[in-house]
């Protein structure tokens, strides 16, 4: 840098007002080259100043132009760089928004699955209370109550499971919202980043409003605490955590699929099963029943004859006695001769061997009548027996293939 000397003006003018001085011509001569060097010395000065001014002001242009030309080459960068992250946000954010909506229709189908159940667990329990009313013997843990009773198991585990599951899916919406929630905030910042960065890049040194931005703006290294690899790392982590949740999503989806298939083939085997053991048992009831009244049908004419047989009996005693009273009388009557006449001849012979005969023949058709009265009676017991076992499976028949059959006509188990 360059320093300019100048002569005082109160030391000149106090060298006049003194008394004059007369100098030499070398003092003269002096004074020139004194004056003529001084100035030459200045202007020389002044020349490599102004060349330096002229240089630090071209440097300068070309300094500035550099820069706000690599500004403007690192703002087209950036620019690009959120455009890029812009892209891939939202291409990950629709798959996420459509991810929501494919799970919550997986959540509405496990919902109306869940209601499905209700209908045939009811039925089931139902079927199960109506037979309990089944009396006597037919009250039994049969095959029927067997399926029934497994039924109600496999409905209510279908139940428990797909409740687990339905929990599982609002859990796994919640998080796929929440990935939701930070890829559109990190959206909105990239877009409001864009926007400035693109308001930027359009300044130049002629704009009309840069005067009123540099006086009003701060100029601050708030942004300085987040590094470039830093800020691209935290869409990247966002965009992981949406794929992340994303393939959980998949993978749910693809295990509730499988799961409602699988649960309504079991419960429709299971009802299938339930059915077939409902209708041998109806068939074994019938048959039951049919064996039964067959048997029921020739006790009664069994009865009939045994009746008829007991009257015979009766009326064959009947006829007997009558005879008996006569061989008895005759007997009776003969014994009364006198004497010699009272003799043991082939008449009195004949009516003691009648008397005998008769007597043994009533008894043993006694024997027989009382035989014939016990086995009636016996025959009736059990006419009294068929018809309440007929009853019975009468009843049976009822609760099966009318209470139970109706409860379950109804109930048809379609895919979830």
């Given at each position: 840098m360059y320093v300019l000397s100048a002569i005082k003006p109160d030391s000149a003018m106090s060298r006049v007002m003194e008394p004059a001085h007369t100098f030499l011509p070398s003092e003269w001569k002096h004074a020139n080259r004194v004056h003529f060097r001084s100035a030459e010395t200045e202007r020389a000065r002044s020349e490599?100043?102004?060349?330096?001014?002229?240089?630090?002001?071209?440097?300068?242009?070309?300094?500035?132009?550099?820069m706000q030309q690599d500004a403007n080459q690192r703002l087209e960068?950036?620019?690009?760089?959120?455009?890029?992250?812009?892209?891939?946000?939202d291409q990950k954010l629709q798959e996420v928004v459509q991810e929501i909506e494919v799970l919550i229709t997986f959540k509405n189908r496990v919902e109306r699955a869940l209601e499905s159940c209700s209908e045939p667990l009811k039925a089931t329990l139902d079927c199960l209370n109506e037979r309990q009313k089944r009396v006597a013997i037919d009250l039994v843990s049969d095959e029927v109550e067997r399926e029934l009773l497994k039924e109600k198991d496999v409905i209510e585990g279908v139940i428990t499971l797909l409740q687990r599951t339905l929990e599982q899916i609002i859990e796994q919406i919640r998080l796929n919202r929440s990935a939701k929630y930070y890829l559109e905030k990190d959206l909105r910042d990239k877009f409001q980043a864009e926007r400035i960065d693109d308001f930027c890049s359009m300044l130049t040194s002629t704009s009309a409003n840069v005067e009123e931005q540099i006086g009003a703006t701060q100029f601050t290294a708030g942004g300085a605490a987040v590094t470039p690899e830093e800020w691209e790392s935290f869409?990247?982590?966002?965009?992981?955590?949406?794929?992340?949740?994303?393939?959980?999503?998949?993978?749910?989806?693809a295990l509730v699929d499988s799961l409602l298939e699988q649960t309504a083939a079991d419960m429709r085997q299971q009802h299938d099963a339930t059915g077939t053991a409902l209708e041998l048992r109806i068939q074994e009831t019938r048959?039951?029943?049919?064996?039964?009244?067959?048997?029921?049908?020739?006790?009664?004419?069994?009865?009939?004859?045994?009746?008829?047989?007991?009257?015979?009996?009766?009326?064959?005693?009947?006829?007997?006695?009558?005879?008996?009273?006569?061989?008895q009388t005759r007997l009776y009557a003969r014994s009364q001769r006198p004497g010699i006449e009272l003799c043991h001849d082939p008449v009195h012979t004949r009516l003691l061997s009648e008397v005998q005969e008769l007597t043994?023949?009533?008894?043993?058709?006694?024997?027989?009548?009382a035989q014939s009265?016990?086995?009636?009676?016996?025959?009736?017991?059990?006419?009294?027996?068929?018809?309440?076992?007929?009853?019975?499976?009468?009843?049976?028949?009822?609760?099966?293939?009318?209470?139970?059959?109706?409860?379950r006509q109804p109930i048809t188990i379609h895919n979830f």
């Open positions: 490599r100043l102004a060349a330096e001014c002229k240089r630090l002001i071209e440097e300068s242009e070309k300094s500035a132009k550099r960068h950036r620019i690009k760089d959120i455009k890029f992250w812009r892209q891939e946000l869409s990247n982590v966002n965009i992981s955590k949406a794929e992340k949740e994303r393939n959980n999503s998949l993978s749910l989806r048959t039951a029943k049919a064996l039964l009244e067959d048997q029921l049908d020739k006790l009664l004419v069994e009865i009939a004859n045994q009746e008829q047989n007991v009257e015979a009996l009766k009326v064959a005693i009947a006829d007997k006695e009558e005879p008996l009273k006569v061989a043994g023949h009533i008894m043993r058709l006694k024997e027989g009548l009265e016990m086995e009636l009676k016996a025959l009736t017991r059990n006419q009294l027996a068929l018809e309440e076992e007929i009853q019975v499976k009468s009843h049976s028949l009822y609760i099966d293939e009318v209470i139970c059959s109706q409860l």
